[in-house]
């Protein structure tokens, strides 16, 4: 679930990621198959939709991510991206979703998800009162998606007693919504989901339209 590169730290579904690239090889042998053999309007058609799923999973399954930055949060959902500075962030939890709670609202995490029902239903009676946080329980009994919580409520911890001043300038490991952050969250629709939706919706249409 989780992948490290220098000063951050990335936690994605590695089983979403595995589906990705599985379909994402089936479908580009599809498409081979269909480059040799095909050359009426349905395999045009038929192609052009292929092109269109590889994006879609592309954006809904691959690209997804979270990752802990020395200046805060990237959250990185299908369609949208979010950049929490650590100033921001007052706690971090998990329901059904992992969740960076800010003073303005409560962001969610596409990805990082908690699949067992019983543990989804025990997570919303510690959320109403009836159960206590867990932070002490022993890591080797606690689940995936409650291990990256506790990693960040734990970097938030750590970043905010050596906060690093001023506008984010560079969006190597922070992201696009990270440009000028200070300390609030900034969100934004990234300029690669738009080209790689658009661009093959785009060829859907014309394959339609001229083939």
Do not use: C
Not at 75 to 80: G, I, K, S, T
């Amino acid at each position: 679930m989780a992948g490290s590169a220098t000063g951050s730290t990335t936690h994605y579904s590695t089983s979403s990621r595995v589906m990705a690239i599985v379909w994402m090889v089936v479908a580009v042998l599809l498409l081979l198959d269909l480059v040799m053999r095909g050359q009426d309007r349905t395999a045009w058609i038929a192609g052009a939709l292929l092109v269109l799923s590889i994006a879609v999973v592309h954006v809904v399954w691959l690209r997804p991510r979270v990752v802990s930055t020395e200046r805060g949060i990237r959250m990185v959902n299908p369609l949208r991206e979010t950049f929490v500075p650590w100033a921001a962030v007052q706690w971090v939890d998990v329901v059904d979703v992992l969740r960076v709670h800010t003073p303005d609202q409560v962001l969610r995490s596409w990805p990082l998800r908690e699949t067992k029902r019983a543990k989804v239903r025990e997570n919303m009676r510690r959320e109403s009162g009836y159960l206590d946080p867990d932070d002490d329980k022993d890591p080797t009994e606690m689940r995936p998606v409650d291990l990256v919580a506790r990693d960040l409520r734990r970097d938030a911890e750590k970043y905010k007693t050596r906060p690093l001043s001023g506008p984010i300038k560079e969006i190597d490991e922070e992201g696009p919504a990270a440009l000028g952050a200070e300390e609030r969250p900034q969100t934004m629709v990234p300029v690669e989901v738009i080209l790689v939706l658009g661009t093959s919706l785009v060829l859907l249409a014309a394959v339609l339209l001229l083939a």
